[in-house]
């Protein structure tokens, strides 16, 4: 193999190149000697100093967790706040005997024993010297009895830090949701920047806008004695608040609707027709948020899980109900735009209609007579509904439906949010790969049957309505100031038009009003002095229909009818728009939820602009969204002015 | 091929001793810096690392089987194929602690970029020996750096800025040995000197943050800097005579970052102390003058060049972490070679070993 060709003839490497390479050995040298040097500097001349230091780890990081943004409503009222806490702080490392100190400390702060050793032993990615959180917000003669007693609990030290603060308790918990400490699976599955032991939003707005709200904590470097207790601060990072929300929702609304709804389970959602901002979201029963904030006991979390009422979910955007005779807007949008009918078209209700060998009845035992589709829509009459079911058939009332934005969810920045049920005969295909039945039909036609939609969806419904076909995604937030002061506005989001005639929309209208505002229709309870409402009103059934509801072996409460109530006003330009469920009312939507939601729409109109806006307002610039306000206000017909 | 004698007579044993000295050593470092006291059972880290050791003895021996000059002809096939592997990183790699460094291959996973080193080493050595003499200008230096810039673009974005470094330098110390002009270098560092200020101000903040907290660990004194306070500290601690092989405290606590690859050494030094460290780096300094002293005998321009790269990645790779881990460079995430837990590095590194022994056994063959 000798001789392949060699380019270069065998040893000729140029005498400069030589001297590099003799330069080379020479800069290795010396740079080793330069390490070496740096090792006798630190482990000689300094290392008793730096062995001290390695014995019980005497520099550490203390972490300072940063306050969360704060959260006002559309007035500026503060909605979730923060406030100093006493938390007591344990490092397990610098405790000699650990049970002793945590059987003083349970003494003291006159917490179980076991209570102290499960919260110090729960198994956690902590790395070590990492003070573990024993119990957030220690009283005061807490505070006073820990402070004196220092010395006989090594390893114990009290850390003030914020707290999450809900001023109004369970008011809108849903929608504010709650913080809780981060799990090992929620810091495994990679939420960057994320420790543990750190707060983290488990639900509601405190989830959705959690990287707003955060802010970053920050930490110190220091140096500790034997004991653990800190002798220095070497260094010192500051921590930096999370941004602030100012959302769309009402307080004062809110306290309304929450009130109007009182100790019913049930929902309601009212927003602006114009731009899709929630002005209220009600779920009941509810939770106070502030339990969460201070570290949520085994038992109170077990009690709010097992509730058969499940009081952790927001029903206003995870409740699917059958929509019951508010579904029949939808039905009656469909026909007219179909030209299924006409406003013309007449049916005669004679309480019911027989259809294979079942007899369909009308809520009304003796018929409602001659029926159009406006007095049908009035006065909720089943058997118009029925009839005009048919004749659209199945697909027809689901393309309607979803056109008015039920079927899907609605896209709120909101966990789990449902998306209800709108069937057609592909649907029943996959589901229960079965064909439609003609009697299906006409349970859909009323709204019973497969069909369910969330209190959320059914108000965009008569948002949608109102504004004339144009469908928002709902969103609650306005506005975030960042920590720096720059300000983002959340713009109104446009997810779809229905593409609805402009005379189908006047006669849906016109129908809406006239539940409201007639004598004969089913919904005058939600009347308001000087203001022109629409509604419609919707009893659902909660067991399927007829006969089942005997033979089940439901309680007798958990058998009654949904109640329902949409609307919207004022009917000329409306600004406000409601979605209401009471569960297991009784009774049905005109009687029930029409009286809550008529609450809610006299309080928007007949308050001056709203609560007047505390000093916090003026901080945070709301300048034009007040102002946008007032002007709504004015440019309202004076006739709904009566004051 | 009939085998030659003279092979036998020539045999390189100082180098591959020393290599497997400094192993040996690291694997015994990684056994106690992935000790759990109390733990039953095998050392998983420790038995990887020795099954890695025996890949790499054998890869060493398999170099040695063919004359290192073959090389010559298909220096820019390899550096293809490498190339090729390491952009397949981002689209088949697998992502462990936030950078995406590995492809899997059957039961093991291999880091291209670590191949990807040697690969730069042996295309810069066929370049420059087929270039003449000496006092290159631009021309011959334009190809060495879109050599490198393109693999080093790749590994960046990993992200692994330690390998980046290393490359570069590796690229630099061959620019300087393979004969280009010092004056032409000198223009080089010019212009990055005055393009850097120009580009400065166009960076983000966080940008900028991250290159001064780079270069100062001190600006982030609850991250970068202090893992290196901690690496200091178990370093001093050590003392004259070291707390004894698995008695490290700060290494039992888990106080350092990535304690059995980038900051090994911390956990060496505090079981070792002084003595142990300075032995260590005595090992580091004889390796590294053996291959330069195997480069200057070389027979031919290629040979010596190949040597020179092999031994500028050994040199600049443990330079560069014993200095980030005593505090006098900033912290690279770069493994100390040999060492470290790491199998890729520990192949390609014996590899290259062998490359010089090929090296250092054919200088009378002609």
Not at chain 2, 17 to 36: C, H, K, P, Q, R
Not at chain 2, 90 to 95: E, N, Q, T, Y
Not at chain 2, 108 to 132: N, R
Not at chain 2, 231 to 249: D, E, N, P, Q, R
Request: proline residues 6%.
């Amino acid at each position: 193999m000798a001789s392949r060709h060699v380019h270069v003839a065998p040893r000729e490497v140029p005498a400069e190149l030589q001297l590099r390479t003799a330069t080379a050995l020479a800069v290795a040298f010396v740079v080793f000697a330069l390490i070496g040097a740096r090792l006798w500097y630190l482990q000689v001349a300094r290392g008793p100093e730096m062995r001290s230091l390695s014995e019980n780890n005497r520099i550490r990081i203390v972490r300072v967790p940063a306050a969360r943004g704060v959260v006002y409503d559309r007035h500026g009222e503060i909605l979730i706040d923060n406030r100093p806490s006493f938390d007591v702080v344990f490092v397990p490392e610098d405790a000699r005997d650990r049970r002793h100190v945590l059987r003083k400390l349970a003494g003291f702060l006159g917490e179980e024993e076991p209570r102290l050793h499960q919260t110090a032993h729960a198994p956690s990615k902590r790395p070590p010297y990492q003070g573990i959180v024993l119990r957030r917000d220690v009283d005061w003669d807490g505070v006073v009895a820990l402070e004196t007693h220092q010395l006989d609990l090594p390893g114990v030290s009290l850390q003030v830090g914020p707290r999450r603060y809900y001023p109004f308790g369970p008011l809108a918990a849903h929608l504010l949701g709650y913080v809780g400490e981060i799990s090992i699976s929620e810091l495994a599955d990679g939420t960057n920047g994320y420790r543990p032991g750190d707060l983290l939003g488990k639900a509601g707005l405190e989830k959705a806008w959690d990287a707003e709200l955060r802010g970053e904590a920050g930490g110190q470097q220091v140096e500790v004695d034997a004991l653990g207790r800190r002798v220095r601060v070497l260094e010192e990072e500051h921590d930096k608040p999370g941004g602030t929300l100012t959302l769309t929702l009402d307080r004062d609304l809110q306290e309304t609707a929450e009130r109007a709804l009182g100790e019913a389970d049930g929902a309601l959602v009212a927003l602006d027709p114009r731009n899709g901002e929630i002005l209220a979201m009600v779920s009941h029963p509810a939770y106070d948020p502030n339990v969460f904030a201070r570290g949520v006991r085994r038992e109170e979390w077990r009690a709010l899980v097992q509730d058969r009422k499940r009081p952790l979910n927001n029903r206003a955007v995870q409740g699917q109900f059958p929509p019951g005779s508010t579904f029949k807007v939808a039905v009656a949008t469909g026909a007219l735009e179909e030209g299924v009918v006409t406003p013309f078209t007449s049916v005669s209700c004679s309480g019911g209609i027989p259809y294979g060998n079942h007899f369909f009845r009308c809520w009304r035992k003796g018929g409602h007579g001659t029926m159009n589709i406006h007095s049908a829509v009035v006065q909720s009459c089943d058997v118009f509904f029925y009839q005009i079911g048919q004749r659209l058939g199945v697909d027809g009332i689901a393309e309607y439906a979803r056109r008015l934005g039920l079927g899907l969810p609605t896209g709120i920045a909101l966990e789990h949010e449902k998306g209800g049920t709108i069937p057609d005969t592909r649907w029943k295909r996959r589901r229960f790969n079965q064909p439609w039945f003609g009697g299906e039909t006409l349970s859909v036609a009323i709204g019973q049957g497969y069909v369910t939609a969330t209190p959320l969806q059914m108000a965009n419904l008569a948002a949608t309505l109102a504004n004339g076909g144009t469908r928002y995604r709902p969103r609650y937030v306005k506005r975030v100031e960042a920590p720096d002061g720059s300000l983002r506005e959340i713009e109104p989001d446009v997810v779809g038009e229905a593409h609805l005639k402009k005379s189908t929309i006047a006669q849906i209208q016109s129908a809406m009003r006239d539940v409201v505002m007639t004598d004969s229709g089913t919904g005058k309870k939600a009347r308001v002095a000087g203001v022109t409402i629409a509604g419609k009103t919707g009893t659902s059934q909660v067991v399927a229909m007829g006969e089942d509801r005997k033979r089940s072996n439901l309680g007798a409460e958990a058998t009654r009818d949904h109640a329902w109530f949409i609307a919207f006003a004022p009917v000329e330009a409306p600004e406000i728009a409601i979605g209401c469920i009471v569960e297991h009312a009784g009774a049905g939507g005109g009687a029930v939820a029409a009286p809550v939601v008529q609450q809610v729409l006299e309080r928007y109109f007949t308050r001056d602009q709203g609560p007047a806006p505390p000093p916090a307002a003026q901080e945070v610039k709301v300048a034009a969204p007040v102002g946008s306000d007032r002007e709504a206000h004015a440019v309202r017909p004076t006739a709904h002015h009566p004051l | 091929m009939r085998f030659d004698r003279r092979l036998i007579t020539h045999f390189e044993w100082l180098l591959p001793l020393l290599a497997l000295a400094v192993s040996g050593i690291g694997a015994m470092t990684v056994y106690s810096a992935t000790y759990t006291p109390g733990a039953e059972g095998p050392a998983p880290f420790a038995l990887r690392q020795l099954t890695w050791l025996a890949a790499g003895c054998a890869a060493m021996l398999a170099v040695l089987a063919f004359d290192y000059r073959r090389l010559e002809h298909s220096g820019f096939l390899i550096y293809a194929l490498l190339l090729a592997a390491v952009l397949a990183v981002p689209v088949l790699g697998r992502v462990v602690s936030g950078s995406r460094r590995w492809l899997a291959l059957g039961p093991v996973s291999i880091q291209p970029s670590e191949f990807m080193k040697l690969g730069l080493v042996i295309v810069l050595a066929q370049h420059f020996a087929a270039t003449p003499g000496v006092r290159l200008g631009p021309r011959e230096a334009v190809l060495p750096l879109v050599l490198t810039a393109l693999p080093a673009a790749a590994i960046l974005a990993q992200p692994d800025l330690g390998t980046v470094a290393v490359i570069g330098l590796v690229m630099l110390t061959m620019l300087v040995l393979g004969g280009v002009r010092l004056r032409w270098l000198g223009t080089l560092a010019a212009i990055v000197a005055v393009l850097a200020p120009l580009i400065w101000p166009h960076l983000k903040p966080y940008q900028q943050r991250r290159v001064l907290t780079f270069v100062n660990p001190d600006l982030d004194p609850l991250g970068a800097g202090y893992h290196v306070i901690q690496s200091k500290i178990a370093v001093g601690s050590g003392l004259v005579w070291g707390k004894g092989f698995l008695h490290g405290t700060q290494n039992q606590l888990n106080f350092l970052p990535e304690q059995h690859t980038d900051f090994i050494f911390s956990v060496f030094a505090e079981e070792w102390g002084f003595v142990g460290a300075l032995v260590l780096l005595a090992l580091y300094l004889a390796l590294v003058l053996r291959g330069l002293v195997i480069a200057s005998r070389a027979r031919d321009r290629f040979g010596v060049l190949l040597a020179l790269g092999v031994t500028a990645i050994v040199f600049w790779q443990a330079v560069v972490n014993l200095g980030m881990t005593t505090g006098l460079l900033p912290v690279v995430g770069i493994t100390l070679p040999f060492f470290s837990y790491g199998g890729s590095s520990l192949l390609c590194l014996l590899a290259g070993i062998g490359l010089v022994m090929n090296v250092s056994m054919r200088r009378y063959f002609f």
